[in-house]
């Protein structure tokens, strides 16, 4: 396996803390970035590399400053995977008792949302990807949701925000089709249990997808074995990591943004 150099957000807790801790595990360099400070040394050791990052994805220039901490720290990006994001919780911590009605969304809330679930990560994928198609090598992993988060109620702006994302991957796939570089899906395939999910009961905590099951899915999917793979989302409750990589990806995949069902372009296309 060939070392990469990978460049990760929402990397200090929850599913981006997993899948940081597990690109390491597996021999890559990766650069850790959340928000809050953090160390490295929350992160078992592996044999790869890590360094961390704390900065604001919102702000302006926070793409420009990420690109050059991993050239300072490891040099060019092999991968970017994007894991950052908020919801509904940072409206309301009952919402998933409490349902947060569309209408009692103030502009703030909604725009804050939209900043980090779609901007930022759109801003990081513009930023890594003329180095990658030069290299002719490069991976964009983005985590969105559950189409049945995207459309449940009470999701406003959190659903919306990720099916943005969602068809913004599908049609950065496309664009990069033929380049060598490839964009993908990867999420957990259900609520899981990170700081999103709040008050939730031990029991029922319990049930909800846990960040672990992340781990064997990015690592295939970082691999030259996924070179092959683009425009797809993976559902990592469904990957089975007893199962060779390819036949893992087959069970747990599907055409990411809803491809099935669309017309037009896209159909000619056979997406």
């Known amino acids: 396996m060939e070392r990469r150099n990978i460049m990760i957000t929402g990397a200090a807790r929850g599913l981006g803390h997993a ?7 597996a021999g890559h360099n990766v650069l850790a970035i959340d928000r ?34 991993c050239a300072s720290s490891f040099g060019h990006v092999d991968v970017l995977i994007n894991c950052a994001g908020i919801g509904q919780e940072t409206i309301s911590q009952d919402f998933v008792t409490d349902p947060v009605k569309f209408w009692t969304v103030k502009d703030e809330d909604w725009d804050r949302i939209f900043a980090v679930n779609v901007r930022s990560s759109f801003r990081l994928c513009r930023a890594v990807t003329p180095s990658m198609i030069k ?10 949701t559950s189409l049945e988060t995207m459309i449940r109620p009470g999701m406003a702006p959190y659903g919306p925000s990720k099916a943005a994302f969602e068809a913004l991957t599908a049609i950065i796939a496309k664009d990069l089709e033929g380049t060598g570089v490839t964009a993908n899906v990867l999420v957990p395939g259900g609520p899981a249990n990170t700081r999103m999910m709040p ?3 031990g029991p029922q905590r319990a ?4 960040p672990d ?8 999917l970082v691999s030259g074995e996924s070179g092959n793979i683009n425009g797809m989302r993976f559902r ?23 491809s099935g069902i669309a017309g037009g372009a896209a159909a000619v296309a056979g997406r």
């Open 19 to 25: 899948m940081a801790e597990a690109l390491t595990g």
């Open 36 to 69: 809050d400070a953090f160390s490295a040394e929350t992160f078992k050791a592996g044999l790869g590399k890590i360094e961390t990052l704390a900065i604001d994805l919102t702000h302006p220039d926070a793409a420009a400053r990420a690109m050059e901490a």
């Open 135 to 144: 290299a002719r090598w490069g991976r964009i992993i983005n985590v969105t």
């Open 199 to 201: 008050n939730i009961p």
């Open 207 to 210: 049930l909800l997808v846990q």
């Open 213 to 220: 099951l992340m781990r064997a899915p990015i690592v295939w």
């Open 236 to 258: 990592a409750n469904a990957w089975d990591a007893a199962k060779p990589g390819h036949e893992a990806a087959a069970l747990a995949g599907a055409p990411a943004a809803w």
